[in-house]
């Protein structure tokens, strides 16, 4: 069983930057791949971008591909998501995930953490 626990949200402006992590226990962090989502109020869901097992590669949904970037350290059991140019609808509570494949994360994540709130005001 995976624990995650994401963090760094809050309040920007557009165009700011923001960094989130996730913290993981309970496994061996580097035998899954990770991935963080989105959801903004009366909207499903949505994928953001997930990284491999290794970190040697990422993918990103279009809407933000450009302007987040994923990263991982595997000596310290953590994910990153580094957000620039933040625009408003970007607000959204950010999950970050876990998974065996980074294909399998990006549709169906095993493990969900509890969220974090981003704000994007113009």
């Known amino acids: 069983q995976v624990q995650l626990e994401e963090s760094g949200g809050g309040l920007v402006q557009s165009g700011d930057s923001l960094r989130l992590s996730c913290a993981a226990s309970?496994?061996?962090?580097?035998?899954?791949?990770m991935g963080w989502f989105r959801q903004a109020p009366g909207k499903v869901r949505e994928f953001v971008a997930t990284?491999?097992?290794?970190?040697?590669?990422?993918y990103y949904s279009d809407s933000v591909k450009d302007r987040f970037t994923v990263s991982r350290d595997n000596t310290k059991n953590m994910v990153y998501l580094q957000m620039n140019s933040l625009k408003p609808e970007d607000t959204a509570v950010y999950y970050c995930?876990?998974?065996?494949?980074?294909?399998?994360?990006?549709?169906?994540?095993?493990?969900w953490g509890q969220g974090t709130q981003v704000t994007v005001s113009s």
């Open positions: 309970g496994g061996t962090f580097s035998n899954y791949a």
């Open positions: 990284i491999t097992r290794s970190g040697a590669s990422a």
């Open positions: 995930a876990a998974g065996s494949l980074a294909t399998k994360v990006r549709r169906q994540p095993d493990y």
